[in-house]
């Protein structure tokens, strides 16, 4: 076998410089690629390697002695009493016992790697001797595995017969790509890791994969194992910094066509860009007014966490109670009328469940819908108000109408005009306000404020703290003119003073 000559040693920062576009040369960057493999602490290939919280990893044997943590009383669990401070420069913080575990995927990694290299080792190594068999990158493994490669050391290269050994090396470095790339994929996505995260239990995840997974239980996805991290806080987490390094440097061009596909996906509707409304399926919401929500289902969670990073806005629907065909829609589970809203406040909880405060924005009919990551996106269209000119044209045509005798109750509303009707309604809500009707409760006044004087918000005003059906309240959304909106408000208050609603 031809020999690669490593004869000189030179000191160097262990800061690996690897190039996204480029990644690492199997000649060019034995030092680099091996340095991968070291760990900081003995300089030796990793040994069960352990990443600890804050990304760096390091062999099991190579851990600081543990101490007794003081001042530690929740959660006084064994796994959490011992601890140690990190070793690493650049963190230098306590670790907890319970914080980490064996780093699964580095360690089969670590032995697909040794196995193979070994086929271009020595069997027997003489200390005294620098000139190995096989190309630098062969040749540089065995002089770390013999622990004769200080991990913050360079090397320079000679080939002992003046051969060319570029081509070995990298036939070599394709042959451990193929053999490590399949341990490189993410078990729930099955993609190649994007920012990956090692949980407490050793097991690693894409840093957006987890964030799902602990949407639905706070256990490994692979071991059961509870997880001390929730969602809100994942992104705080750093990735697995060895990890990183080794797809930058080996996988460079899936990683960066793996980076495009994932930042398309965290846009919202990125998956259906022709349905850009993610739909809340919950409770009635109406413009201007507030809503307050309570996070918990899982897909929710999701969605409200992609709308809060996008532009803060979601629909919001009723369900469908009777299973009626929703007009062009069909059959679907959610009527077809709902109201845009905006998050104005988020507040996330330790367990990944959060509370928002919405406010309306405007009205809206879904067109078409599908499904994305479990929650039902969609194509809306904004229902808006009728000009002032039509407004002020159907006022006056109602108005004008010769009554028939005895009037019924329709035709004696119809002819009433806007304003009559708007003052009908002021009228009736200041009665309710002096008789102390339990939903003019100043709580309720503290939410969604003073009865508005504006007669095209006072009908959503009204309908957000009167308790009536829903079903008689959502004829207000697609509603397209303040004067039926009035007209159906005075209908309301026509049928509670006769005991009908």
């Not at 570029?166 to 193929?178: E, V």
Request: charged share 20%; aromatic share 10%.
């Amino acid at each position: 076998m031809t020999a690669a000559a490593l004869t000189s040693l030179i000191p160097t920062p262990a800061v690996n410089t690897i190039s996204t576009g480029t990644g690492l040369d199997a000649s060019r960057d034995a030092r680099a690629i091996v340095r991968l493999l070291q760990c900081p602490v003995c300089s030796r290939p990793l040994q069960r390697p352990i990443t600890l919280p804050c990304g760096n990893s390091m062999c099991q044997s190579c851990l600081p002695q543990f101490y007794q943590r003081q001042h530690i009383s929740y959660p006084n669990t064994p796994d959490r009493q011992r601890g140690f401070l990190c070793p690493f420069d650049q963190c230098v913080l306590e670790h907890a016992e319970g914080d980490f575990s064996v780093d699964i995927t580095m360690k089969r990694v670590l032995n697909i790697v040794d196995a193979e290299l070994r086929r271009f080792m020595p069997f027997q190594m003489e200390t005294a001797s620098v000139s190995l068999p096989g190309g630098r990158l062969a040749a540089t493994y065995t002089y770390a595995e013999c622990g004769s490669l200080p991990y913050d050391m360079d090397l320079n290269y000679r080939s002992a017969s003046g051969e060319d050994l570029s081509q070995m090396d990298r036939a070599i470095l394709n042959h451990l790509k193929d053999k490590i790339k399949s341990e490189l994929q993410c078990l729930v996505c099955y993609g190649l890791y994007l920012d990956p995260v090692t949980t407490v239990c050793g097991h690693t995840f894409c840093r957006k994969c987890l964030e799902r997974v602990l949407d639905h239980s706070q256990m490994c996805p692979m071991c059961r194992k509870a997880q001390h991290v929730s969602t809100p806080f994942l992104q705080f987490q750093p990735s697995n910094q060895l990890l990183t390094d080794l797809l930058v440097g080996l996988f460079p061009d899936e990683l960066a066509q793996r980076t495009t596909i994932g930042s398309l996906e965290d846009k919202v509707g990125a998956l259906d860009l022709d349905l850009p409304t993610p739909l809340f399926v919950c409770t009635l919401s109406f413009p201007k007014m507030p809503t307050f929500l309570h996070i918990f289902e899982p897909r929710y969670r999701l969605m409200i966490r992609r709308a809060w990073l996008g532009d803060r806005r979601f629909g919001m629907v009723l369900p469908n109670r009777t299973g009626e065909p929703q007009g062009a829609l069909g059959d679907c589970s959610f009527l077809q009328y709902g109201t845009l809203l905006e998050i104005k406040s988020y507040r996330l909880l330790p367990d990944g469940r959060s509370w928002i405060e919405t406010i309306g924005i405007s009205r809206f009919r879904v067109k078409r819908w599908g499904y994305r990551d479990d929650y039902i996106v969609s194509d809306v269209e904004v229902v808006d108000d009728l000009p002032y000119s039509e407004e002020e044209t159907m006022e006056a045509m109602e108005t004008s109408l010769d009554p028939m005798y005895p009037p019924s109750y329709y035709q004696a509303l119809t002819q009433l005009a806007t304003l009559q009707l708007f003052q009908r309604v002021q009228s009736w809500v200041q009665r309710m306000q002096l008789q102390a009707a339990p939903w003019m409760h100043q709580r309720v006044i503290n939410i969604y404020g003073e009865p508005p004087e504006d007669a095209a918000t006072f009908p959503y005003w009204l309908a957000s703290v009167l308790p009536i059906a829903e079903g008689e309240k959502y004829r207000l959304l697609s509603c397209s003119n303040v004067r039926e909106r009035l007209k159906i408000v005075v209908g309301w208050i026509t049928k509670i003073e006769d005991q009908q609603l």
